[in-house]
């Protein structure tokens, strides 16, 4: 059977096929504490999950409007001003199946072949993948631990060229868990203002997973505002991966843009899970609050764990759930059986050694490094750390 070109053009998500991997070591009856996937292990909250219930119960169960309901459209409105102080109104705002398709909406509308994208690295898996889908060109903006992962203005400028059409990047940062400040955007803005031409796509999915202050958005800067795009959703900070629920605040011009793509793939998100958004997105945020306190204390000890481990070069990851650090000083060395070459090998020692899934940097454009989730329990994150420390002990 003769299949398509296209699926030649972009790569499976590592972060999916290493949850494949432990999930067959698993089946085979292996212990696997798995480090890799990006998911809160918190259930979602009660009153979100009775929003669900009495949807169903009241029948709203027909196909939805492509861009969303009205009521969830001018929630995620009333969100972004008490969140954020930013003024949106319900046309800017298109709701969809994930904010992965989101950021696939937005691609699709916005970059032509041979648009050059600019992405600092590391970026989470999928937008290379994307640029790739929409014909366009990847420029990688290369970061270093001792630069916190975050690009300077300096770097931004010199990538910028004639064809620059888009920049993407999330604040917090998968897999660094990086945050940039309201300073550091400000100097960001500064370039941005004088190439009216490039559109930012801004993924605050990790928003509310912060440790060290308040979200900044490029949105802020008036200046701005109408170039941005932002991604948002409810599976980071809401526990609710399995909804599958995301949403744009962007430019009319390109909100529409984004309805019509999605009209063709989509069209209206799944109806239950819309009006379960409408009460996550009004109500309290103490549930939310609660299971960020529980990720700040698990990075707490992630990080005294990772500090007594020779050779792994780690920066403090300022939000989301990950840590990832820089693993090449293993490169080269072998337990008598395996040698690790490269970051995939590094993963794959620990899955097959140690029985602990982690993500291996090259997916995310740093192949130094190794991303290690902290969304599970303490108890699973202590026990993969020893199993971790073990197997590295072995290497020589």
């Known amino acids: 059977m003769q299949l398509s070109s296209f699926l030649q053009r972009f790569n499976e998500p590592e972060t999916l096929?290493?949850?494949?991997?432990?999930?067959?070591?698993?089946?085979?009856?292996?212990?696997?504490?798995?480090l890799s996937l990006g998911e809160p292990?918190?259930?979602?909250?009660?009153?979100?999950?009775?929003?669900?219930?009495?949807?169903?119960?009241?029948?709203?169960s027909h196909y939805t409007p492509v861009p969303g309901f009205l009521d969830l459209r001018e929630a995620v409105c009333t969100k972004l001003k008490r969140d954020n102080d930013l003024d949106y109104k319900p046309e800017n705002i298109v709701v969809s199946t994930g904010a992965k398709q989101s950021l696939a909406n937005a691609m699709l509308a916005l970059v032509d072949e041979d648009d050059e994208v600019i992405i600092p690295t590391p970026f989470w898996v999928t937008y290379s993948e994307l640029v790739k889908i929409a014909r366009g060109k990847v420029v990688a903006i290369k970061t270093t631990p001792q630069q916190k992962f975050k690009i300077s203005a300096e770097q931004l400028k010199q990538a910028i060229t004639a064809k620059t059409k888009l920049f993407l990047f999330s604040s917090p940062c998968n897999p660094s868990g990086a945050v940039y400040s309201k300073d550091e955007l400000a100097e960001l803005a500064k370039v941005f203002i004088k190439h009216p031409g490039i559109v930012i796509l801004s993924d605050e999915i990790y928003e509310?997973?912060?440790?060290?202050?308040?979200?900044?958005?490029?949105?802020?800067?008036?200046?701005?505002?109408?170039?941005?795009v932002i991604v948002n959703g409810l599976s980071k900070g809401f526990a609710m991966t399995g909804w599958r629920l995301g949403y744009i605040a962007a430019h009319p011009d390109i909100a529409k843009a984004c309805e019509k793509v999605q009209g063709q793939f989509t069209s209206g998100t799944n109806s239950i899970t819309q009006k379960a958004a409408v009460t996550a997105l009004t109500s309290d945020l103490r549930p939310t609050m609660e299971m960020v306190e529980e990720f700040r204390k698990r990075r707490a000890r992630?990080?005294?764990?990772?500090?007594?481990?020779?050779?792994?070069?780690?920066?403090?990851?300022?939000?989301?759930?990950?840590?990832?650090?820089?693993?090449?000083s293993y490169y080269g060395k072998s337990d008598g059986e395996t040698t690790?070459?490269?970051?995939?090998?590094?993963?794959?020692?620990?899955?097959?050694?140690?029985?602990?899934s982690s993500v291996m940097g090259d997916a995310f454009g740093e192949p130094k490094c190794v991303r290690f989730s902290f969304a599970n329990s303490m108890k699973?994150?202590?026990?993969?750390?020893?199993?971790?420390?073990?197997?590295?002990?072995?290497?020589?």
């Open 302 to 328: 992630v990080l005294e764990i990772v500090k007594d481990i020779p050779g792994l070069i780690c920066p403090e990851p300022e939000g989301a759930f990950y840590v990832f650090p820089d693993v090449s």
């Open 340 to 356: 690790i070459n490269n970051a995939g090998d590094f993963s794959m020692y620990l899955l097959n050694k140690a029985h602990v």
């Open 380 to 396: 699973n994150i202590e026990e993969g750390w020893r199993r971790i420390k073990e197997a590295l002990n072995q290497l020589r």
């Open 17 to 34: 096929k290493m949850a494949k991997l432990g999930r067959e070591l698993r089946a085979r009856g292996i212990d696997v504490i798995d």
């Open 41 to 60: 292990d918190f259930d979602t909250p009660e009153h979100i999950k009775q929003a669900a219930i009495n949807a169903i119960n009241e029948n709203w």
């Open 208 to 228: 509310y997973i912060n440790f060290v202050g308040k979200h900044h958005s490029l949105a802020e800067f008036a200046e701005l505002k109408e170039r941005v």
